[in-house]
C-alpha cells in the first residue's frame, strides 16, 4: 500500500476493466514519471470524451454529433440493420467492410441475473425503427455467450411478427487456422449446424 493520491490513482485504474493491481500499479508509476505535458494531454482527452461525446440518436452508436457518421452516409444500405450489444462491436464489424448497412445498439445483453431486462436495452429504439423505416434485413450479431444467445432468442420472438422481414444471426463455428481437436463441443456443434454447401 502507497500513501495518498498515489494508491488513489492505483485504485482508480484498478477499477478499469482489464487492468488488474499490477497493471494498475504499473501505469500509475508510469503517469508519475510522465512530462506534465503528456499527463496534461491525457487529462484533457479524458475530459473531451466525457463531455463530448454522445450517443447516436438513430443506431446508439458513440459520436460526435446527434447522428453518428454510418447513419449519416447517404452511401449505406437503408434496408439491412445489424444489431450489436455494445459501439466496440460495430468497429469490428466495420473492420471486416463486408457489411455495408446500418446499426443498431443495444447497449448491452439480457441478463436477469445482474438485473439486465429488455427494458434496460435499445429494443423498443428498434421495434419503432423497423416499423418506421425501409428495413428488410435485421441481422442478429450478439455474442456467442448465454446472454448473447439468449438476447437473440428475444429479439427474434419479437421480430417474427413483421411482415417482409428476414432476419438472420451470424455464422459460428471454428476460427480460422484453429484445429477441431481444440473445440468445445458448443462451438463445434455450431459450426456442424451451420453448414453450407459448396
Not at 43 to 50: A, G, I, N, R, T
Not at 71 to 99: G, N
Not at 159 to 171: E, I
Amino acid at each position: 500500500m502507497y500513501e495518498g493520491p498515489v494508491q488513489d490513482l492505483i485504485d482508480e485504474l484498478g477499477r478499469l476493466p482489464g487492468v488488474g493491481p499490477k497493471s494498475a500499479q504499473r501505469i500509475a508509476f508510469h503517469l508519475l514519471g510522465a512530462e506534465p505535458a503528456d499527463v496534461t494531454r491525457l487529462q484533457e482527452v479524458l475530459q473531451k470524451v466525457k463531455e463530448g461525446v454522445v450517443f447516436c440518436d438513430v443506431c446508439g452508436n458513440v459520436s460526435a454529433e446527434t447522428t453518428c457518421r454510418i447513419c449519416s452516409d447517404a452511401r449505406r444500405d437503408l434496408s439491412a440493420v445489424c444489431v450489436v450489444e455494445e459501439p466496440k462491436d460495430v468497429l469490428a464489424i466495420e473492420r471486416t467492410r463486408e457489411f455495408k448497412g446500418r446499426y443498431h445498439v443495444l447497449g448491452g445483453a439480457l441478463d436477469p441475473l445482474s438485473g439486465v431486462g429488455p427494458e434496460q436495452l435499445r429494443i423498443r429504439q428498434l421495434l419503432t425503427r423497423i416499423g418506421s423505416e425501409e428495413i428488410t434485413e435485421v441481422i442478429l450479431a450478439m455474442d456467442p455467450n448465454t446472454e448473447g444467445e439468449a438476447t437473440a432468442t428475444y429479439l427474434i420472438r419479437m421480430l417474427r411478427d413483421f411482415p417482409g422481414l428476414t432476419v438472420t444471426r451470424l455464422a459460428s463455428g471454428l476460427p480460422m487456422g484453429g484445429d477441431l481437436e481444440f473445440a468445445d463441443e458448443l462451438t463445434l456443434g455450431r459450426a456442424m449446424s451451420g453448414r453450407r454447401t459448396v
